[in-house]
């Protein structure tokens, strides 16, 4: 459980000296106690400075506001940080969308209802009905959204009504391609589990391009999407060997293990914060 009291600061900003005795500095100003920090520079010198740090402070919920706001007058100010404070006590709220295969889904709804993925999980959303007795048999609210071979803009508009103003939507392998306006509406808000190790295979069939190809490893990327198919920032990768004896269905068979495993750590790292985003890269701390 996550104490009341505890928050999560994320910055990024030019790298430059000072940084940490700065924000070390604030908090203890305001006698709090960092339970967790860690930081990456991207170069020695001139390059992107980024920190996670947690820390608890007594009456915290009191005095959030006020705390978001003299970080930002007195560090975040001076050094040009981007940053977000984040108060644990609110869960971050998670819709899925999905088509036919359950394999990504099935592994995010065990963790969260084994507890692993605490989240407000609010729904999964579907252009096929298929999946809807074992959704709700999670207790998951499961709607049905099809879409029109014409008229794809009106079902995409029903999805963001529905999915609200949620912290991420998980493509767990729905085989749509979205438009660049629902990217836009939830920019850095779209993790997709693409199945094959990027940027190898981009697009439709990997599994097929790999076996033509002969590959000896296959995997999967877990990336945020962007308006360029398959080319958003990779959060988590992974890979296993196959060798000549191996056909298609083998190879999709071991791509799927792969792609629950690397789904689920991209989601985890979401939800506890640990991702932080430069140009179309991504520092994932531990």
């Known amino acids: 459980m996550i104490p009341a009291n505890t928050a999560r600061l994320l910055v990024s900003c030019p790298d430059q000296h000072g940084i940490v005795a700065a924000v070390s ?45 003299a970080f930002r007058a007195e560090v975040a100010d001076v050094f040009g940080m981007d940053v977000s404070i984040r108060h644990l006590a609110r869960r971050k709220r998670i819709a899925i969308l999905v088509s036919k295969y359950d394999h990504a889904l099935v592994e995010l709804l065990y963790r969260h209802r084994a507890g692993e993925l605490d989240v407000d999980l609010t729904a999964v959303v579907s252009n096929h009905d298929d999946l809807r007795g074992l959704v709700e048999g999670f207790g998951i609210p ?53 199945h094959s190790f990027l ?17 000896k490893l296959i995997g999967a990327t877990a990336h945020f999407v962007t308006e360029h198919l398959d080319e958003g920032p990779i959060i988590e990768q992974d890979v296993a060997r196959v060798t000549h004896r191996h056909d298609v269905p083998d190879l999709m068979r071991i791509g799927r293990e792969i792609e629950r495993a690397v789904l689920a750590k991209a989601v985890m790292a979401f939800v506890e914060d640990r991702v932080l985003v430069y140009g179309n890269k991504t520092v994932v701390f531990d």
């Open 199 to 215: 940027p190898a295979f981009v697009g439709a069939n990997p599994y097929r391009h790999a076996y033509n190809r002969g590959v």
């Open 142 to 194: 499961y709607h049905f959204l099809p879409v029109a071979k014409r008229d794809k803009a009106t079902q995409e508009r029903s999805v963001l009504d529905l999915v609200g103003a949620v912290d991420l939507v998980v493509l767990a392998r729905y085989m749509q391609i979205l438009s660049p306006a629902f990217v836009q509406a939830l920019a850095g808000r779209i993790i997709n589990i693409h």
């Open 25 to 69: 500095a604030f908090l203890l100003r305001r006698d709090a106690n960092v339970t967790d920090a860690q930081q990456h520079a991207t170069a020695p010198e001139g390059g992107t400075f980024f920190m996670r740090m947690e820390f608890r402070i007594e009456g915290l919920p009191a005095k959030l506001d006020a705390l978001r706001s």
